[in-house]
């Protein structure tokens, strides 16, 4: 009971989020409602015992990546951005998008009630005493089955670090 | 969905009432007790400054905080005029609420941890500690001033760049143990014997250093100080949300301190927790706070009013309680050897939880003297010490200490052993530092060199 | 004005102007590429004044300029009326006046410690160099009643005769202070973060140096050795030993170093001083009414911040025709756009305190 409580309250909190940040003026207003909504998004992995997810999620998505945005807004002149006009003349292109996709996605769970096997698979909850400690099991499956890709993403992120550190400094 | 609503409180409250009553408590308890650490630290700073520091309210300014709590709160609240008013109330709050949140994982003690046997713990409390980050930016931004933004902007830049340095610094410090979990660091220090600063020393003193910058505290409080421009992001605030912001500070102290101590010092261990025939030191707490009330009562008679001989002897019966309450769990099991078990988890919280916030004390009381000693950085050069230096250090220690541990396993070193593969280690490190400060020392006298010609152009 | 350029104003209302000063710079990005010093807000019309108030009468004012160092704007003064009377104080005058400009040259010198100091971050040394500066102003309270706005000299020598312990708290001053300036240099001489804020910081060139006429312990840091107590002795300094120290690059560093040596040598002086304070009269026979004959002089003497100048024109009154005050800070302070540009904002505020300027005195 605790558990769906705890999720309907980060999820409602996650969709209002969303739902906020798209539709403020403010741009700053709008990252804050961001950061509630990937706060909201780190509350759901913790309600599902994905403790490791919880915490790397705030701190790589709210305080590394939304820092770097909201720094970036800062910086950036706000009057003008402001005074931009929004939602130019994509309105109606962007609402048959939307309907298309929440179409689809209302298919995907209607079939998954009706047809067993087709659309979301709807796995049973694992015992949390089953569970592994998350952390320990991330880092397991990093650097055995994954540590390949590990590697690559990590050559991929120094490559952009070095990448942005010549830009910036041809600039001066 | 009331009806669900109210069962999931009731189920949440029967498993969690201990941890709620110790957050709720903590929440009551700490704008007094951070009150209290800026007392300590006014008087310190005016011992060391050779005067007196407050005296006036109360006796040798003891009621100092009190006059300063209801000073701030009856203060008129002004916000700036164009001032973003959600974000304006926002930003203090997200502030403290981020300190205090740190402030749940952490465990004082093996006793008193609000959430308790988290798997993440020291992750918890350094990602939650960050969150900070976003009150001082808004703070900044919701004041509707030029030169507020930027100081903000500049403290935040500061606080992200050491982090990263920060980070590897307990990485270093995490190699040995193995695990995230807070209790379990602690135990992990308490079976190798040693307390981890002295296998990964460089890390403490990166972390030292990185937590100075942290808690924007001097040297690195240049945002902040009011030699600068203007007087940082904490401008346009005053009263209680000013006070929001203090608050936050110095929680932010407190979690750094507390990490460290947790990883570094041996958190609530005491000095050779396992070796027996020092058990002696035991006794070393009641008997400090002895002295301290028997000093008291000594000094009492030299009180020039009664009101500050009754505080003082209110004092040292206060030191006396807590000495008898420190004695007792060790005294007991001497006279009387059959309660050695019933005593034993009361003398693990009770002498745990002093020993914790003894080391705390003695990392804080560093912060406060660093303080009052060397003047600030600079921003820029305060910048370059960051990433030219302490990143670049402290992952060559995480290098180091990581393959220092492998030949330790290679080795089957253990405890005191380690010392034999980290020690080298270290010493590599130091010598690393050195190279890179030497670097940075040729590459600034280059530079003044070549800059010094276009001074003159104008 | 380039898109990226920036003007911002400092002061002047300011913890760090050090008196109501404005400073507009021109900054591009975080660099100050020119600056403007706005003053005046102290203006009082000294100068006006001392038109309207006999000599004797005119003195209590001189103190008001550069209210830290009143002494030597005091000495000052009295030796330009009397060069304008043609008397001299009698020896023994000249001696204690020696001593006393020497401890205010130590005080002036300390609180511009103890602020420059605080404006870059330290913020104990503020609190050990007050409590020198206070032994000294106990020191001038005993010999004239005040200590701040001392009054202390009269113009053909004193009124005050040195009371009887003068002797010998200048000398307990002096056998303290040694070892308190070793403490100041402790806390900031070799440390890292001092050195790394200061040097190369505001440098200014010998050249440019004697081109603004800067003097005082800026041009000796610059590299020119000139002090007008060796260059032009007045009062009774050419009776002792003393170093005049001498900087190398001009940068911040050196105008610590420089002001340091200087209290070292002030010490020496004082020290040498007492010693052999000849006994006679304190005061020349001057009269009461002072009618100076017709005539202009120009008087300029080694005050802390610098070369201070009376220019007065007598037209035979017991009132002067014009009196013009040459004050160090105004004149060193022309050379703060030349040290300021190319540094970063947070340097503004150490060059400001480095050069040691007055309000008071910068605005009369």
Redesign the interface.
């Known amino acids: 009971m605790l558990d769906k409580v705890l999720f309907y309250f980060f999820a409602g909190i996650a969709v209002a989020s969303a739902v906020l940040m798209v539709t403020r003026r403010n741009v700053v207003h709008s990252a804050i409602f961001l950061i509630t909504a990937l706060l909201a998004t780190a509350g759901i992995f913790l309600q599902l015992r994905a403790e490791f997810l919880f915490i790397v999620q705030i701190i790589l998505y709210v305080g590394g990546i939304m820092v770097l945005f909201v720094f970036v807004i800062m910086l950036v002149n706000l009057d003008v951005a402001l005074q931009q006009i929004q939602f130019a003349r994509q309105k109606w292109v962007a609402l048959i998008v939307a309907l298309a996709l929440a179409g689809q996605v209302g298919v995907m769970f209607w079939t998954s009630g009706k047809m067993p096997g087709q659309g979301l698979p709807v796995l049973a909850a694992a015992a949390a005493e089953h569970l592994p400690p998350n952390s320990e099991a991330v880092a397991k499956s990093l650097f055995s089955t994954y540590l390949l890709p590990f590697e690559i993403a990590s050559v991929l992120l120094l490559v952009a670090m070095i990448g942005a550190v010549v830009m910036a400094k041809k600039r001066t | 969905m009331m009806n669900?609503?109210l069962?999931?409180t009731l189920?949440?409250l029967k498993?969690y009432w201990a941890p709620l009553l110790c957050g709720v408590a903590v929440v009551a308890i700490l704008p007094l007790v951070v009150g209290y650490i800026v007392l300590v630290e006014r008087k310190i700073?005016a011992d060391?400054?050779?005067?007196l520091g407050p005296m006036r309210v109360g006796p040798h300014g003891l009621l100092q905080p009190i006059a300063d709590a209801v000073k701030l709160l009856i203060k008129e609240d002004i916000i700036p005029e164009n001032a973003?008013k959600?974000?304006f109330w926002?930003a203090p709050v997200l502030s403290v609420g981020a300190g205090l949140l740190s402030l749940a994982g952490l465990a004082i003690g093996p006793a008193f941890q609000i959430a308790q046997d988290?798997?993440?713990g020291i992750?918890?409390v350094?990602?939650?500690s960050?969150?900070g980050?976003?009150g001082i930016?808004?703070g900044?931004?919701a004041s509707n001033s030029h030169y507020s933004?930027m100081g903000a902007?500049r403290s935040?830049?500061q606080l992200?760049s050491y982090e990263t340095a920060a980070g590897m610094a307990l990485v270093s410090a995490l190699l040995f143990t193995g695990?995230?979990n807070i209790k379990s660091i602690v135990e992990a220090q308490s079976k190798e014997g040693i307390w981890f600063v002295l296998l990964a020393p460089v890390a403490f003193f990166t972390y030292l250093v990185a937590s100075i910058a942290e808690t924007n505290r001097?040297?690195f409080?240049?945002p902040e100080?009011?030699?600068?421009?203007v007087a940082g992001y904490m401008t346009e605030f005053s009263g209680f949300r000013w006070s929001l912001y203090f608050l936050a500070e110095y929680t932010n102290m407190i979690v750094v301190a507390s990490v460290a101590t947790t990883l570094f010092l041996g958190g609530w261990l005491r000095p050779f927790s396992g070796v027996p025939w020092l058990n002696f030191l035991d006794f070393v707490p009641p008997l400090l706070l002895s002295a301290i009330g028997a000093y008291c009562v000594l000094r009492m008679p030299k009180q020039p009013t009664r009101v500050q001989q009754l505080f003082m002897l209110a004092m040292a019966g206060l030191c006396f309680v807590v000495a008898l309450v420190l004695a007792a769990p060790v005294v007991l099991p001497v006279i009387k050897p059959s309660l050695r078990a019933a005593v034993a988890p009361f003398y693990a919280g009770i002498h745990g939880g002093f020993w914790f916030i003894f080391k705390v004390s003695l990392y804080i009381y560093f912060f406060m003297w660093l303080?009052?000693?060397?003047?600030?950085?600079?921003?820029?050069?305060l910048m370059r010490l960051g990433w030219h230096f302490l990143i670049p250090l402290s992952i060559i220690n995480v290098l180091l200490v990581g393959v220092a541990l492998i030949a330790g396993a290679y080795f089957h070193l253990q405890g005191w052993g380690l010392l034999l593969v980290t020690t080298p280690a270290a010493v590599v490190a130091l010598v690393a530092a050195f190279l890179i400060l030497a670097v940075e020392k040729e590459r600034d006298a280059r530079q003044?060199q070549t800059?010094?010609s276009?001074?003159?152009a104008? | 004005m380039g898109a990226d350029e920036l003007v911002i104003n400092m002061g002047p209302q300011h913890p760090s102007t050090h008196g109501v000063l404005r400073v507009k710079l021109k900054l591009d990005g975080e660099r100050v590429i020119g600056s403007e010093c706005v003053i005046g807000y102290l203006h009082r019309g000294v100068e006006k004044i001392a038109e309207n108030r006999t000599y004797q009468q005119f003195a209590p004012y001189v103190d008001r300029m550069d209210y830290v160092a009143a002494v030597s704007s005091g000495l000052g003064y009295c030796e330009a009326v009397e060069k304008l009377l043609m008397v001299e104080a009698p020896p023994r005058a000249r001696v204690i006046r020696t001593i006393l400009t020497e401890l205010q040259r130590i005080a002036s010198h300390l609180l511009w410690l103890g602020t420059h100091a605080l404006d870059i971050g330290a913020l104990t040394p503020l609190f050990y160099c007050f409590r020198e500066r206070e032994e000294i102003l106990k020191i001038f309270e005993k010999y004239c009643g005040a200590r701040l706005t001392t009054h202390a000299f009269r113009i053909g020598g004193l009124q005050y005769e040195a009371y009887d312990t003068l002797e010998k708290d200048v000398e307990r001053f002096c056998k303290d202070f040694e070892s308190r300036i070793v403490e100041y240099e402790t806390l900031l001489t070799q440390n890292r973060i001092w050195i790394g804020r200061t040097k190369g910081v505001g440098v200014l060139t010998a050249e440019d140096a004697i081109a603004f006429g800067v003097t005082g312990p800026v041009l000796r840091a610059s590299g020119v050795k000139w002090d007008i107590r060796k260059a032009m002795p007045y009062a009774a300094y050419d009776q002792y030993k003393f170093e005049i120290p001498v900087g190398t690059t001009g940068d911040t560093y050196d105008r610590y170093l420089v002001r340091m040596e200087e209290m070292r040598q002030s010490r020496l002086i004082c020290l040498q001083a007492i010693e052999n304070i000849p006994s006679g009269p304190i005061l020349a026979k001057v009269g009461k009414v002072l009618k100076p004959p017709p005539g202009e002089v120009y008087h300029a003497i080694e005050a802390p911040k610098g070369e201070i100048g009376y220019y007065i024109v007598s037209d035979g009154t017991v009132m002067p025709y014009r009196v013009h005050i040459r004050p160090p800070s105004f004149i060193n302070l022309q050379a703060f756009d030349r040290m300021v540009r190319g540094h970063l904002v947070a340097d503004v505020v150490a060059i400001i305190g480095t050069i040691d300027i007055v309000l008071g005195e910068v605005d009369r």
């Open positions: 669900a609503a069962q999931a189920e949440f498993l700073m060391m400054q050779a005067r973003d959600l974000v926002l988290i798997n993440i992750l918890f350094v990602g939650i960050a969150l980050i976003f930016v808004l900044g931004w933004l902007l935040s830049a992200v695990t995230l001097a040297p409080d240049l100080a009011e030699s600068e421009l303080r009052f000693t060397i003047p600030r950085y600079r921003f820029d050069q003044e800059a010094a276009d001074f003159y104008g």
